[in-house]
């Protein structure tokens, strides 16, 4: 069964370094998306991405939030300049859209900020 | 504002039971709904959508039902099993006005009691 995969599991960073996390959408869907969940809360969304463009984007998605498509397959969240509050785990998720709905979920990468 | 909102943050019941969360939601332009199963550790798993042509929907084991009226969403499990033990999630979206971002209320922890 097709899997949206993400890596890595577990990113350690130090503050103000940049990050990259990377996910691979099941390979026939169209629209992507990036969440993030802080520990024991709900998920949020941060951006959705649609047509090699960003479609919508929280309040969250500051200038220090980017995401590319740099190739057929991958989907990637840079965080330029990482504070300790962006700790989370970023949940990538794709959707089919042509005649499915239904929004699959990566198994997330844990960030921490030191 | 938007906001997606959960009545309990843990539910116990005992395994054969049935168990019913619940979600109210404040946008009234939503007009679709969706239970996410997670389990620890893991990425928000899809279990059954709704949407507000609709006041029921049936799956395996699991209903929702929407009342638009009082915007509020539950999602029944049916002989409720130690699998199911997870957080869930109820999401909202507002297709109809253009968005595709999809908002997460706080979630329900389930607990099933052998």
């Known amino acids: 069964e097709p899997e949206v995969t993400q890596t890595p599991s577990h990113q350690v960073t130090q503050m103000g370094q940049e990050v990259i996390l990377r996910c691979v959408p099941i390979?026939?869907?169209?629209?992507f998306y990036w969440y993030r969940q802080i520990l024991g809360q709900k998920v949020e969304f941060l951006v959705s991405?649609?047509?090699?463009?960003?479609?919508?984007k929280s309040e969250i998605f500051d200038d220090q939030f980017s995401v590319e498509r740099p190739d057929g397959s991958n989907f990637t969240l840079k965080i330029r300049s990482t504070k300790l509050e962006d700790s989370a785990m970023y949940f990538c998720a794709s959707i089919e859209w042509a005649t499915n709905n239904e929004q699959f979920f990566g198994p997330g990468t844990r960030l921490t900020v030191l | 504002g938007e906001s997606v909102g959960l009545h309990l943050p843990t539910l116990s019941v005992q395994e054969g039971d049935n168990s019913i969360i619940n979600c109210a939601y404040s946008n009234s332009a939503s007009d679709y709904f969706i239970w996410y199963k997670q389990e620890s550790g893991k990425g928000p798993q899809f279990i059954i959508d709704?949407?507000?042509?609709?006041d029921k929907r049936q799956g395996q084991r699991v209903t929702v039902l929407l009342n638009k009226t009082v915007k509020h969403l539950s999602l029944q499990i049916a002989a409720t099993q130690p699998g199911d033990s997870a957080v869930y999630f109820c999401?909202?979206?507002?297709?109809?006005?253009?968005?595709?971002?999809?908002?997460f209320g706080t979630g329900t922890r389930l607990k099933v009691l052998a």
């Open positions: 991405f649609y047509n090699n463009e960003i479609s919508e």
């Open positions: 390979s026939n869907h169209l629209y």
């Open positions: 999401a909202e979206n507002d297709y109809v006005s253009g968005t595709y971002k999809y908002i």
């Open positions: 709704i949407r507000s042509n609709m």
